[in-house]
């Protein structure tokens, strides 16, 4: 009786500590091979194994061997005949020289055998099988008694739930990558199409060919000097190509003009930002704010943009960048009525309406990308590309650069204008 | 030899014989430790393998497995084992286990 008392203490704290390997998360191959130690050292078993189901396979593929030798199999397989009479059975020890009449115990007869297993336990959990246990003999040589088998079945519970979650979390591992693959194809696929459209818009007007690639690739470049995350990047390039969206809708011969248009031809050329925005809102973007880009990206710091004359804070972001890169495009392009302005006239036009016109910091940092570019720093040639080299190296554009940087202001004066001046808050 | 930290697991050997000192607590970092050694040993030969339990305290059940697993590799290799200075709970847990039918306690 002492003996028995002292033989459950003794299982009773392998099984706490058994527990408490299960919970602690662990690597799982050691959480298994701990878990046929505490087993093994719990009732005296001289050796054993813990295998994992594969449902797929239909196979029972160890895990943990203790004592099993090298001839043992390392993996079982079941047939439909054993997985029913195991999920009857359920966590309940099998006696293996009972069980001769499943096929199982029959194919794997002579293993079991010369390695004295004397007890297999299916790992039922949920009504799923998720591995087993095999033991060998008793260090006794005893048999095992009802009250062993209630423990070996405690304890192949807790393996049991540790087999399930693993199974669990590597089908979300799985799920999770393969969804990951599937965005990122999807991603792809958008801004392809992204990139198609630009390019369709960009055949309506001939003589601004390619410039909502251009102002995509500018946009692009500001967000990445502003150290944006990858997405970002990408939604502020897809900003930029899909600004323009709205003159889809504008007159080919308004757009064309090769002449300064008149006010009524301007008042519809003005239409394109609103247009723009109904076209994109309703498309489930990936990267939000994309159809607040096309909407204000002809509005200006001071107020005096369109279409709805917002003041600096009152603009979205990605809208002032589209802004900033649609202007320096318009200014290093030629257009119809108009040849492209030479170098350091941009960059002293971009650093007088920096704060009128341009956010100061997106200025900086569109300045500091060109003169990380062309000081050598930087080895994508992304300005020169867009812009040709003699363009980007003029002389004297490095030491305008750094004066021109040296000398912008880090934020705009008017942030707070559109609240203290016009007195009717921010418009939305 | 005589082991420099007898709180941990230390070994000696002399001819045929392995002296293994089981340390303060079996469990399963000095366990696996023990049982690294005592293979290494079987292996090359050794005929028996004393087990000195002077120092220890604990044994957790997976010392106990680990000690199943060097009984199981003795007796497949035909070497003896050898339980030394083993205090009363550990003899009565050896006992209770089986351990004793397989080891000569000295």
């Known amino acids: ?428 | 030899m005589i082991a420099e930290n007898l709180s941990e697991s230390s070994f000696e050997n002399s001819s045929n014989t392995f002296v293994v000192h089981a340390g303060d607590y079996l469990n399963k970092l000095s366990g696996e430790k023990i049982e690294r050694e005592c293979k290494i040993r079987l292996e090359q030969g050794c005929k028996e393998l004393v087990v000195d339990f002077s120092q220890t305290e604990i044994i957790n059940s997976i010392g106990i497995s680990i000690l199943l697993g060097v009984i199981d590799s003795a007796e497949n290799l035909g070497a003896k084992i050898i339980f030394s200075d083993l205090n009363a709970e550990s003899i009565e847990l050896f006992e209770m286990l089986g351990l004793t039918k397989h080891v000569t306690i000295a």
């Open chain 1, 1 to 428: 009786m002492i003996e028995e008392r002292t033989k459950l203490v003794h299982a009773f704290g392998a099984l706490a500590e058994l527990g408490q390997e299960v919970a602690n998360r662990h690597n799982f191959q050691e959480t298994i091979r701990t878990s046929l130690h505490l087993i093994s050292g719990a009732l005296g078993i001289m050796r054993g194994g813990v295998a994992r189901y594969s449902r797929y396979g239909h196979e029972l593929n160890m895990l943990a061997v203790r004592g099993l030798g090298d001839d043992f199999p390392l993996s079982l397989s079941l047939c439909l005949e054993d997985e029913r009479q195991f999920l009857t059975n359920g966590l309940n020890p099998i006696e293996t020289s009972h069980a001769r009449v499943l096929p199982f115990f029959q194919v794997y007869d002579r293993s079991f055998e010369s390695r004295r297993i004397e007890l297999f336990v299916p790992l039922v959990i949920r009504d799923e099988i998720v591995g087993a246990i095999f033991l060998g003999e008793k260090a006794t040589g005893e048999t095992y008694s009802s009250y062993e088998k209630e423990i070996i079945c405690a304890m192949g519970r807790h393996i049991g739930v540790a087999v399930a979650q693993r199974n669990l979390m590597a089908e979300i591992e799985r799920q999770t990558a393969e969804n990951r693959k599937l965005f990122d194809d999807l991603r792809t696929t958008y801004n392809d199409t992204v990139k198609a459209f630009a390019a369709a818009i960009d055949c309506k007007d001939k003589y601004t060919e390619g410039h909502s690639v251009r102002v995509g690739r500018y946009s692009e470049i500001i967000a990445a000097e502003l150290e944006w995350g990858t997405a970002e990047v990408e939604g502020a390039a897809t900003a930029g190509y899909l600004h323009d969206v709205g003159k889809l809708t504008v007159e080919r011969k308004i757009i064309n003009a090769p002449y300064r248009i008149n006010a009524k031809e301007s008042a519809e050329l003005n239409k394109h930002p609103a247009v723009g925005y109904e076209i994109l809102q309703p498309i489930h973007h990936p990267y939000t704010d994309v159809p607040l880009a096309a909407k204000y990206h002809h509005e200006r710091l001071d107020g005096r943009g369109y279409p709805d004359g917002l003041y600096d804070r009152e603009i979205p972001y990605i809208a002032k960048i589209v802004n900033l890169a649609d202007s320096f495009d318009a200014m290093t392009t030629d257009r119809p009525y108009k040849a492209r302005r030479q170098a350091p006239d941009v960059v002293e036009d971009l650093k007088r309406n920096a704060g009128k016109q341009f956010a100061p910091e997106l200025v900086t940092a569109f300045l500091r990308g060109m003169l990380r570019e062309i000081s050598g720093d930087a080895k994508d040639k992304k300005f020169r590309r867009l812009l040709g080299r003699e363009y980007m190296e003029t002389e004297g554009m490095v030491p305008l650069l750094r004066k021109t940087l040296n000398e912008m202001k880090p934020t705009s004066s008017l942030t707070y204008i559109a609240a203290s001046v016009g007195g009717d808050g921010p418009r939305h």
